[in-house]
């Protein structure tokens, strides 16, 4: 488990090849059975709502994240950075643990009042009922708490590579978050109460992850300052940015939200759920090959060479996905019910944005675990120039043209995050 991206020299070609390829079967096992049951627990959902409730659950699903990533601000990549220098120390592991999970309370309620107002905002505009959109509002907060330090605890597990037990507790975590919506929504059929649900299950695996890294960081360890200032200096470049990509990541839906109707939102939300069957990819991504690229030494050639590998490994893959789904629409359509059974071009165009989305994020993964992060001065009016670029080109109240915008933002970022990288290893 404690192998890197590079072996050292002598170690036996043929003997990486058989460990890595144990470890992405055994870990891509449980990823699968993680997200087959989220997948599973997706559809219920679909399944169990309204197209008009399940329109007022994407909205809140949607900003949940925008809020989290808010409170995040690049705080969880300060801390894999800083984290990856000292995992093997107990103390110091906890040290940066503390620290990151007290700026990310500070981050919380600036977070929040800027996300609750355009929550209310979006829901009043599908919902005749001010208390449905208010009790809406106050459902997402469980989950925004727990996904707060969630995110945090599980760097530990990941950069020691005790990988097992993480993944046994999140699917336990998925199985208990896919009753409980079963059973709840099967009695209350509402948008509030599925967001409930998930806030429940974030709660039960946030106990699981402090008894997990309890062992290999110490969480009682002070704040230290120079690990502080170091994760802001990462927060600093990323925050900006943040600020920005945590409106931009769901700009289909704000816009179809806005220009369109409810009955378009819910597709959007129902073809985004198909879509998150590819969080296998980004998750394995994340537990196996992040920790281990942040772990490399710092030798330019061998960091651009393994960066590259990385990409075009994700590209062929998602050549591969974006195939299946041209060839086989109605098929995937399918597990959504009658009432999305005719987006066969829609699911497609969000298929390939998707794709393009995981190889951008694959791209910034492993860029800002190296602390290598594009200045916002730069990648924000960058990023905004294309997105509005695209939305000028295509009409808002269309799903398969609000769509494109997607694509084209997922192309821009991915060419961004690589070039800026790759620059920066030149460089040095």
Not at 94 to 122: C, D, E
Not at 364 to 387: D, N
Request: aromatic letters at 8%; a positive charge.
């Amino acid at each position: 488990m404690s192998s890197e991206l590079a072996a050292p020299g002598g170690v036996d070609r043929n003997a990486r090849i058989l460990q890595w390829s144990r470890l992405i079967a055994v870990t891509g096992t449980a990823q699968l059975a993680i997200q087959s049951l989220g997948m599973a627990c997706g559809i219920i959902v679909i399944r169990l709502l309204s197209p008009q409730e399940y329109a007022l659950y994407t909205l809140a699903n949607t900003m949940l994240g925008t809020m989290t990533l808010l409170a995040d601000g690049g705080i969880a990549s300060g801390v894999m950075s800083q984290g990856g220098k000292v995992w093997q120390d107990r103390d110091k592991l906890g040290a940066v643990l503390v620290t990151g999970m007290k700026l990310r309370k500070q981050f919380a309620a600036f977070s929040f009042l800027i996300a609750a107002p355009l929550l209310l905002f979006l829901l009043q505009r599908h919902c005749d009922s001010w208390l449905m959109s208010i009790a809406i509002v106050l459902a997402i907060i469980p989950s925004f708490l727990s996904a707060l330090s969630g995110t945090l605890l599980q760097v530990v597990p990941k950069l020691t590579q005790n990988v097992a037990p993480l993944q046994r507790a999140q699917v336990s975590t998925s199985a208990g978050r896919l009753v409980l919506n079963g059973l709840l929504l099967t009695l209350f059929p509402f948008a509030g109460v599925a967001v409930l649900a998930s806030g429940f299950a974030q709660i039960y695996l946030n106990i699981r992850l402090r008894k997990m890294s309890a062992g290999s960081a110490d969480r009682f360890q002070p704040e230290d300052a120079a690990v502080r200032v170091e994760i802001l200096s990462i927060v600093k470049r990323i925050l900006p940015g943040a600020i920005y990509y945590s409106f931009s990541a769901q700009i289909t839906l704000w816009l179809i939200s806005i220009f369109g109707s409810t009955e378009a939102v819910a597709q959007i939300g129902a073809l985004g759920r198909l879509a998150v069957v590819l969080t296998i990819f980004s998750t394995l991504f994340g537990t196996l090959v992040v920790p281990r690229f942040a772990r490399l030494p710092e030798n330019k050639k061998l960091l651009l060479t393994r960066y590259f590998q990385i990409q075009l490994g994700f590209l062929a893959l998602g050549l591969c996905i974006v195939g299946f789904v041209w060839l086989f629409p109605s098929e995937v359509l399918w597990v959504l019910g009658s009432d999305y059974a005719g987006l066969t071009s829609e699911v497609v165009l969000m298929i390939i944005g998707s794709v393009l989305n995981l190889m951008a994020g694959a791209c910034f993964g492993l860029s800002s675990s190296r602390g290598v992060v594009a200045p916002p001065s730069f990648s924000v009016p960058y990023s905004i120039v294309l997105q509005l670029i695209a939305i000028l080109l295509v009409d808002l109240s269309v799903v398969n043209e609000v769509l494109l915008i997607g694509i084209a933002g997922g192309i821009g970022q991915a060419l961004l995050h690589s070039i800026y990288f790759a620059h920066s290893q030149i460089r040095s």
